[in-house]
Nanobody
């Protein structure tokens, strides 16, 4: 089993940048693909980005293409999500999730382990 904790959320201005971190403990983190999801009030949880267990192939939703990047440092058991040029519509609770496989899935049921989430609020 792996435990996940997100950090780096907060209140920012539109146009700012933010880097979220997902730190894991427990099992060997390099055996797990990781995804970032977000859930805005009244909306379903949606996939944002994912990274393969070795940090190779990455995937991003069209909503953050060109301004978002996912990366991982397995030596630090941490996955990062950087989003630049933040928009008000990026406001949500951001969750990281992990599953023991090579490539990340794009739906919530692809993941067995979840962090508690971190709130990101973008003000205009």
């Amino acid at each position: 089993q792996v435990q996940l904790v997100e950090s780096g959320g907060g209140v920012v201005q539109a146009g700012d940048s933010l880097r979220l971190s997902c730190t894991a403990s427990g099992r060997t983190f390099s055996n797990y693909a990781v995804g970032w999801f977000r859930q805005a009030p009244g909306k379903e949880r949606e996939f944002v980005a994912g990274v393969s267990k070795n940090g190779g192939p990455t995937y991003r939703t069209p909503a953050i293409l060109g301004r978002g990047r996912i990366s991982r440092d397995n030596a630090k058991n941490t996955v990062y999500l950087q989003i630049n040029s933040l928009k008000v519509e990026d406001t949500a609770v951001y969750y990281c999730a992990a599953d023991r496989k090579f490539s990340p899935g794009t739906i919530a049921t692809d993941y067995a382990y979840w962090g508690p989430g971190t709130q990101v609020t973008v003000s205009s």
